[in-house]
T-cell receptor, first 112, second 113 residues
Framework: ELKVEQNPLFLSMQEGKNYTIYCNYS?????LYWYRQDPGKSLESLFV?????AVKQEGRLMASLDTKARLSTLHITAAVHDLSATYFC????????????FGKGTLLTVNP | DTAVSQTPKYLVTQMGNDKSIKCEQN?????MYWYKQDSKKFLKIMFS???????INETVPNRFSPKSPDKAHLNLHINSLELGDSAVYFC????????????FGSGTQLSVL
């Protein structure tokens, strides 16, 4: 059974600082996703990573994938308050089906 | 227009009742899903339909019955509601076999009293 572990689960950081969220998964997968969820809201797709070495960046967020290590990272650069949210990684174990297994989420709080 | 829409947004009901949640997507996708998010924010897939055919059915009590009248709609009917069914239920859609992202609806907060 595919297991997806995120750490840390809680992250409190100061504005302007950098930090990384880690996502480890237990079996081979062809797709890895990062989602953002604001309190009481839906999930917003941030990145889809498809191959080893893939790196994607959007604003202050950058995601990377190492399929050999079964590890993805979400790096936050110069955090701002607006980035406060819960971030989930999810790994596809269903082939052409989107049978996503989610990590437990990282609750990020950016303090002024 | 909302891409994936669910109704109702909130559902408060008594134990033992039967309720339904509706989902519609206007993205032209052929695959739709139900995910459950528990009180600890853990998300787990329940069902998936591709062109009205059930393709993923996780270990879910048979009180939960999805129905897909066409590929743009996927409804979730729950019989004999229990306290443990309280959660947020998200509908989602995608194009089968593509590498695109999964689009989620805004969620239905179900509270069973």
């Amino acid at each position: 059974e595919l297991k997806v572990e995120q750490n840390p689960l809680f992250l409190s950081m100061q504005e302007g600082k950098n930090y990384t969220i880690y996502c480890n998964y237990s079996t081979t997968s062809d797709r890895l996703y990062w989602y953002r969820q604001d309190p009481g809201k839906s999930l917003e797709s941030l990145f889809v990573l498809l191959s080893n070495g893939a790196v994607k960046q959007e604003g202050r967020l950058m995601a990377s994938l190492d399929t050999k290590a079964r590890l993805s990272t979400l790096h936050i650069t110069a955090a701002v308050h607006d980035l406060s949210a819960t971030y989930f990684c999810a790994v596809n174990s269903g082939g052409s089906n989107y049978k996503l297994t989610f990590g437990k989420g990282t609750l990020l709080t950016v303090n002024p | 227009d909302t891409a994936v829409s669910q109704t109702p947004k909130y559902l408060v009901t008594q134990m033992g009742n039967d309720k339904s949640i509706k989902c519609e997507q206007n993205l032209g996708h052929d695959t739709m899903y139900w995910y459950k998010q528990d009180s600890k924010k853990f998300l787990k897939i329940m069902f998936s339909y591709n062109n009205k055919e059930l393709i993923i059915n996780e270990t879910v009590p048979n009180r939960f019955s999805p129905k897909s009248p066409d590929k743009a709609h996927l409804n979730l009917h729950i019989n004999s509601l229990e306290l443990g069914d309280s959660a947020v239920y998200f509908c989602a859609s995608s194009e089968y076999g593509s590498n695109e992202k999964l689009f989620f609806g805004s969620g239905t907060q179900l509270s069973v009293l």
